[in-house]
C-alpha cells in the first residue's frame, strides 16, 4: 500500500492549488481517503475527507474553500484549494482514514506536501 501526496508549493494569498493523492495497493471504493495538514507550532488536522462510497467531508475552517475529488480510474483523490490564506501554511498529507465528523487518520499515510501561502 502507497499513498503518494504532490502538488503542493508557495502561492499568494487568494491563490489556489490543487495537491493529489495516488494510491496504490487498493481501491479507493476500499477506504476512506482524507487529507491532513500540520502547521507549524500546531497538532496535525484532518480537514477533508471522501469516504468509500463517495461521501465528501470538510472542516469549518477549509469549507467552501477546499473541495475534494476523486478518480477511481486513476486511483487519485485530489484537493482543490482556492482562496488560500497564509493560514493554510502547513505540511498537507493523504491517507486512509474514518470520514466523520472529527476525521481520523488510519494505517497509511503518504509523505507530506508543503503548501506555503505568502505575499
Known amino acids: 500500500v502507497q499513498l503518494q501526496a504532490s502538488g503542493g508549493g508557495s502561492v499568494q494569498p487568494g491563490g489556489s492549488l490543487r495537491l493529489s493523492c495516488v494510491v496504490s495497493g487498493f481501491t479507493l471504493d476500499t477506504y476512506g481517503i482524507g487529507w491532513f495538514r500540520r502547521a507549524p507550532g500546531k497538532e496535525r488536522e484532518g480537514i477533508s475527507c471522501v469516504s468509500n462510497d463517495g461521501s465528501t467531508y470538510y472542516t469549518d475552517s477549509v469549507k467552501e474553500r477546499f473541495t475534494i475529488s476523486r478518480d477511481n480510474v486513476k486511483n487519485t483523490v485530489y484537493l482543490q484549494m482556492n482562496s488560500l490564506r497564509p493560514e493554510d501554511t502547513a505540511v498537507y498529507y493523504c491517507?486512509?482514514?474514518?470520514?466523520?465528523?472529527?476525521?481520523?487518520?488510519?494505517?497509511?499515510w503518504g509523505k507530506g506536501t508543503q503548501v506555503t501561502v505568502s505575499s
Open positions: 491517507a486512509t482514514a474514518l470520514c466523520r465528523v472529527g476525521i481520523v487518520g488510519l494505517d497509511y
